[in-house]
């Protein structure tokens, strides 16, 4: 099977600009979640979506949203972009079950850098 | 609350020999652990987990890790190092039959391992 991919892998904004990210899941994971690192904070929860629902959600400001297809393809979205956005924006797919063991397998990541 | 700590930032060892990466943690109730690592400008890569069982865990490229409930640890353990383990290494956390954060994983820090020839 092919792996998560996402798009772009890089990408240059400058502040106050907005930014949208896309994930495409492992063929029929049905959940993806997103994550961003930075060398600072280390790898922070953004949200997950499974089913086209946000069942789960990170503390971040509300510039930070996103959203997920019928084909549980992914796209995030960061409005009014600020300096400390600058980061590598990690995706991960996994086929859930409820107790929450299944395995999150990521994609290579966005990095981006806002000037 | 639910915390991972690995408490090294680097650990270097020579080729050959056996490494270790320490990783507490910190979760009510039977944790699932996980162990990741990232290679330079790469998304994280699964090396294996522990759900319930044998406390030794066997993942890919030769690594394992023991799980150890009485010291809420996960440690990951190689017994010969190679130069090509050189990476950042990730251990992470996720709480069971939590329907509220079911998915999230909770990260550490990360060990930066490098393996000198």
């Known amino acids: 099977k092919a792996g998560v991919t996402q798009t772009p892998r890089y990408l240059i904004k400058t502040r106050g600009q907005q930014v949208t990210l896309s994930c495409s899941p492992i063929?029929?994971?049905?959940?993806v979640s997103w994550y961003q690192q930075t060398p600072g904070q280390g790898l922070q929860f953004l949200f997950e979506y499974f089913s086209e629902t946000q069942r789960n959600k990170g503390n971040f400001p509300g510039r930070f949203s996103g959203r997920q297809f019928s084909n549980s393809r992914s796209e995030m979205n960061v409005s009014t972009l600020e300096l400390g956005d600058s980061a590598l924006y990690l995706c991960a797919s996994s086929h859930p079950r409820t107790s929450g063991e299944e395995t999150q397998y990521f994609g290579p990541g966005t990095r981006l850098l806002v000037l | 609350a639910q915390s991972v700590a690995q408490p090294e930032d680097q650990v270097n060892v020579a080729e050959g020999n056996p490494l270790t990466v320490k990783c507490t943690y910190s979760v009510s109730g039977n944790p699932y652990l996980f162990w990741y690592v990232q290679y330079p400008n790469r998304g994280l890569q699964f090396l294996l987990k522990?759900?319930?069982?044998?406390?030794l865990v066997k993942g890919s490229y030769g690594f394992e890790a023991e799980f150890n409930k009485s010291q809420t640890s996960f440690h990951l353990k190689k017994p010969s190092a190679l130069v090509s383990d050189s990476a950042l290494y990730f251990c992470a956390v996720r709480e069971p039959d939590r329907g509220s954060t079911l998915g999230r994983l909770y990260f550490g820090r990360g060990t930066q391992l490098t393996v000198w020839p």
């Open positions: 522990y759900i319930t069982g044998d406390n």
């Open positions: 063929s029929g994971h049905r959940s």
